[in-house]
């Protein structure tokens, strides 16, 4: 993951970055053609001073929101036209929905400047929010002069103004405020980007009121993946990363080389599926003409075979499984099963025999047909659709 920082009052020319992979964070600052290429995702985080986070209470119009509405929510608190600005939603408290307001012209040339190079911003950030969140304190970024500060899971600013014997106003007039709401925190944790300038904390503490604590944490820059709320949640990326793509297309790959495989192991096993039927038709045929020497032609092995034992077995005045009585005392046996199966009709030829039944039900035609099946017959059903309208079934006998 590649994390970008930039300044919207400043040039898009250059910037910081940390790159983050699993040997861990790697800083780094220069040209935007300089960035790391190929990152997964791709963060941009806006410094302090770019981004107005601001609390208002918006009309209930339903689960979305336009970009017009939350402009034109935030008018009276922005110096410049409503149009020009980028407004989104990061959560509610208080009853109250909490504000992100960037300017839009700006922050597209951010954008445009670094798809330039080819880096395609995924999410947006502040570095307000990528400070650690203090339950029940304030964190606070400090160089000397100017810096920014957490004071709640959406909320902070930039501050400035101030020096080692003097606060930041900002910070005063935060704290201000907090005391109108009876919500000052219990402590402020400090942390310094340039280790000169630690302030005089017995001054500030006397000014400020509230007791201060120096925190030996990483910078933002260094901030866990992921962390501070993103500025851009109600929006849907348009697009994916280079990197992502590339991804995707080693995937594509490996599941058209599987997809490959597979066919090409379907082919081979329906080649020998299909020999090895061959080869069985052919010991059928030579096993029926070895037998039957007579036979003019072989089309069916298997079917000639049986008339051919069919016709054996009359000759020796015995009967065949395909005759009419065995076939009838089968029958017989197999509908006993089933008293209530009225028998409307029975005809016989040439070793078929069709049964109509009167009325029985679906579920007692499929138990008649078990039955049969049990009894040694391949039965044939006529389809419901095609069923005749006097309530009758009719089944086809044949013995295997």
């Known amino acids: 993951m590649l994390r970008i920082f930039c300044s919207l009052s400043a040039t898009p020319a250059s910037c910081r970055w940390v790159l983050f992979n699993d040997a861990g964070a790697h800083p780094g600052a220069g040209a935007l053609a300089q960035l790391p290429p190929g990152a997964a995702r791709v963060e941009l985080v806006l410094a302090a001073s770019d981004v107005l986070l601001v609390r208002a209470r918006l009309p209930s119009t339903g689960k979305h929101r336009s970009a017009a509405l939350l402009a034109y929510a935030v008018e009276e608190r922005l110096a410049s036209d409503p149009d020009s600005t980028q407004v ?111 302030p005089d904390l017995e001054t500030w503490q006397k000014e400020l009121g509230v007791s201060l604590r120096m925190a030996s944490a990483p910078e933002a820059r260094a901030a866990p993946m992921s962390a501070g709320a993103g500025l851009d949640q109600g929006r849907r990326r348009r697009h994916l990363s280079m990197a992502m793509v590339a991804r995707w297309r080693q995937v594509g790959w490996i599941l058209l080389a599987a997809l490959l495989l597979h066919s090409v192991a379907l082919f081979a096993d329906r080649m020998r599926l ?68 009225q028998l409307r009709a029975l005809s016989y030829e040439d070793g078929r025999m069709t049964l109509e039944l009167k009325a029985p039900g679906d579920a007692l035609a499929r138990q008649v047909q078990q039955l049969l099946t049990e009894a040694g017959f391949a039965v044939d059903t006529v389809p419901v659709a095609h069923r005749a309208t006097n309530g009758t079934v009719t089944l086809t006998l044949r013995s295997p």
């Open 88 to 198: 989104s939603i990061l959560g509610r408290l208080d009853g109250e929905d909490v504000l992100a307001v960037v300017d839009r012209s700006r922050l597209q040339a951010w954008r445009d400047a670094l798809a330039a190079v080819g880096i395609l911003v995924d999410s947006l950030h502040c570095e307000t929010l990528m400070l650690p969140l203090q339950y029940g304190g304030w964190s606070l970024c400090w160089n000397g002069q100017e810096g920014h500060v957490r004071i709640g899971e959406f909320e902070g600013g930039a501050t400035d103004c101030g020096d080692r014997q003097t606060p930041p106003l900002m910070l005063i007039q935060l704290l201000l405020e907090a005391r109108a709401r009876a919500s000052v925190p219990a402590t402020i944790t400090l942390y310094l980007t340039v280790p000169e300038a630690k």
């Open 274 to 341: 299909a020999s090895e039927q061959q080869q069985l038709r052919q010991q059928m045929e030579a096993r029926f003409r070895a037998l039957f020497p007579d036979a003019v032609a072989v089309a069916d092995p298997v079917l000639q075979m049986r008339r051919q034992l069919a016709r054996a077995r009359h000759g020796a005045n015995q009967p065949d499984v395909g005759d009419f009585p065995v076939m009838l005392g089968k029958v017989s046996e197999a509908l006993a099963s089933a008293p209530t199966t």
